[in-house]
């Protein structure tokens, strides 16, 4: 209910605000599962992905979301509970595997999973290199895949930005379904999973006409971290 209330009160402010748009509504099933596959370009994702559809989205988010502590830890556990973020431990191995079933349980109940392949936002706007996750929650839980894509978000909000700018329309597009049935029975393949989400980045890369990078969001982010640490002492 929290979720609903948090909608209803968010989208009138948001539309007169932001003037948001969307393309694609009618490609995401009125009930049963599905995956949403999105690229993250902005914290304003969180605002702007599932502000048009009728159904709840339900999202995986880092832990560390829930567990701040004071006021900007209550405000944080709030507003992400509020927009249907589920908290899971990211730190790799067994924490993933944990990961993966959270999210099928999710989509054995019949809801709307939302997910980010490229597993954190993008620094500079450009689509990065997704991880086998996504494609192994498709062909487990044998649930079609609608890509996903945020617009205009990065220049609105781009990492860093505490407030969004004004003058800039949001806008999300949902692609069509994408079937993987082909490879059911085949998600110990890791060539398989590999093409199973490197097809859904290229839905994505058609959709929101971002330029892709075939390297890890986080490894490129690291790398120009320190690019700029090196030339600030230079």
Known sequence: MFYWVVKAILWPFLHLIFRPWAEGVENV?????????GNHLSFADHFFGALFLPRKVISLGKAEYFTGKGVKGMISRAF???????????????????????????????????????????HDGRLYKGKTGVARLALESRVPVIPWAMINTFEMMP????????????????????????????????LVLRAVTDEI?????????????????ASAKAEAARMAERGAKD
């Open 29 to 37: 099933p009125k009930e049963g599962p599905v995956i949403l596959a």
């Open 80 to 122: 992400f509970s509020g927009v249907g973020t589920v908290p899971i431990d990211r730190s790799g191995g067994k924490a993933s595997e944990a990961a993966l079933r959270t999210g099928l349980r999710i989509l054995r109940e019949g809801h709307v999973l939302g997910i980010y392949p490229e597993g954190t936002r993008s």
């Open 159 to 190: 990492p860093g930005r505490p407030v969004p700018k004004l003058g800039i329309r949001p806008g999300v597009k949902f692609g069509k379904p994408l079937d993987f049935s082909r490879y059911y029975g085949m998600e110990e393949d890791r």
């Open 201 to 217: 980045m290229y839905a994505l890369m058609e959709l929101s006409g971002q330029e892709y990078v075939d390297k890890y969001a």
